[in-house]
């Protein structure tokens, strides 16, 4: 188990702007409503409960959707002057449903769309799928039928098909659903191993224990607010906070107050001995 650790000056530039934002899907109340935050390049996980405004959030940082009132910046960008297109050169996003992104009858085919539509060049295209595939460890599936993969493949697969789009930013929509207990530990490495090669990555989540193993910073949605923003420990550990946001405590935050240790204490014994196993 790892808890990345990153030098502060990686932090001084911001990412993402947002500024006064406001959506609302049909002119009634507003799904999110006046939130300014600016995202850097620490793995950031963003959480609350179902209709907080969470996946809105991260599709208005994509450019699915448009800002009702306020302005969201991307690497200096305006959302609302690119296309999707465009920022798909340096944000992408993998749904929660691998059924939403999946659309070609052979794996190689579906990480390549991305690329070739970008790149314009097919020899680039197909060397960037290959490494992406290798990533996520379905290299020599290639010329496999997506849906002869198994679900946790499947979202392996469309992490790949965005990773080999080389954005800068990677967002995972709900990445650990239905996901057994060992493909979520080589999820962690991957996402560790992105964040070492320079990527930034941000999830939204309900496992709060992934969250705790692998993200640096946290942002509490409630009601369409952020209600919480800081160091990952420290916001899931507020249980007035968890409480208000319906959340659950990480079991690791709950051993910690037993044993009277800190978090990071107790997954480096945790690390110490499954090197033992």
Not at 44 to 55: D, E, F, M, S
Not at 64 to 90: H, Q, R, Y
Not at 166 to 171: G, K, T
């Amino acid at each position: 188990m790892n808890i990345t650790s990153s030098l502060e000056s990686k932090f001084e530039k911001s990412l993402i702007t947002v500024q006064n934002l406001y959506f609302t899907y049909k002119d009634e109340e507003y799904v999110l409503k006046n939130i300014s935050v600016e995202i850097d390049s620490r793995p950031t996980a963003i959480v609350g409960q179902n209709g907080a405004g969470k996946t809105t959030f991260v599709k208005l940082l994509k450019g699915l959707l448009t800002p009702s009132k306020g302005d969201i910046f991307v690497c200096g960008m305006n959302t609302k002057d690119k296309t999707v297109a465009e920022l798909s050169k340096v944000i992408g996003l993998v749904f929660q449903n691998p059924s939403d992104q999946i659309f070609k009858s052979k794996v190689i085919d579906e990480v390549m769309f991305g690329p070739l539509n970008i790149l314009k060049d097919k020899q680039e295209a197909y060397k960037k799928s290959i490494k992406a595939l290798e990533i996520v460890g379905l290299n020599g599936r290639e010329h496999d039928h997506p849906y002869d993969l198994t679900l946790s493949e499947r979202k392996l697969l469309c992490l790949a098909s965005v990773l080999a789009m080389e954005p800068d930013i990677l967002i995972l929509d709900e990445p650990t659903i239905a996901q057994d207990r060992y493909s979520v530990k080589r999820l962690g490495e991957i996402i560790q191993e992105l964040i070492k090669n320079g990527k930034s990555v941000i999830t939204i989540t309900h496992d709060m224990d992934f969250v705790l193993e692998n993200f640096e910073r946290t942002i509490v949605f409630n009601e369409g607010i952020i209600v919480s923003d800081g160091e990952t420990e420290k916001v899931l550990g507020d249980d007035e906070i968890i409480q208000k946001s319906h959340l659950e405590t990480p079991w690791i935050i709950r051993l910690s107050r037993v044993l009277d240790r800190t978090p990071r204490s107790i997954f480096e014994i945790l690390e110490r001995g499954q090197e033992n196993i």
